[in-house]
Nanobody, 127 residues
């Protein structure tokens, strides 16, 4: 059974940093696109940072220059380094992956193409 398990969330003051991790386990298929999404109660989920299998990254405008997404394919792990955090970054952060029997390199996924999601980890930034 495929599982995505996030860790690293917590509470921090504005200007601080957190590093999220997402471990993919239980899959014998290829982990292609991976990404971080976030959601605030009453609002739609939004993409924060996404990567292709070979590590090409896209970022939401609101986090460019502050967040860095990376992945270690050998460890099947996705990371999100969040620096200069702001109160508006407060949300539940979700890891997502597109896992298929075939390998796809160099292609970003639309949100609807992610077929596995983690349970989420809370990030709270206080002013």
């Amino acid at each position: 059974q495929v599982q995505l398990v996030e860790s690293g969330g917590g509470s921090v003051q504005a200007g601080g940093s957190l590093r999220l991790s997402c471990l993919v386990s239980g899959s014998t298929y290829a982990t292609n696109c991976m990404g971080w999404f976030r959601q605030v109660p009453g609002k739609e989920r939004e993409a924060v940072a996404t990567t292709t299998k070979d590590g090409s990254a896209n970022y939401a405008d609101s986090v460019k220059g502050r967040f860095t997404v990376s992945r270690d394919n050998a460890k099947n792990t996705l990371y999100l380094q969040m620096d200069s955090l702001k109160p508006e970054d407060t949300a539940v952060y979700y890891c997502a992956a597109e896992i298929r029997p075939w390998v796809v390199v160099g292609r970003h996924c639309f949100e609807g193409e992610y077929n596995y999601w983690g349970q989420g980890t809370q990030v709270t930034v206080s002013s």
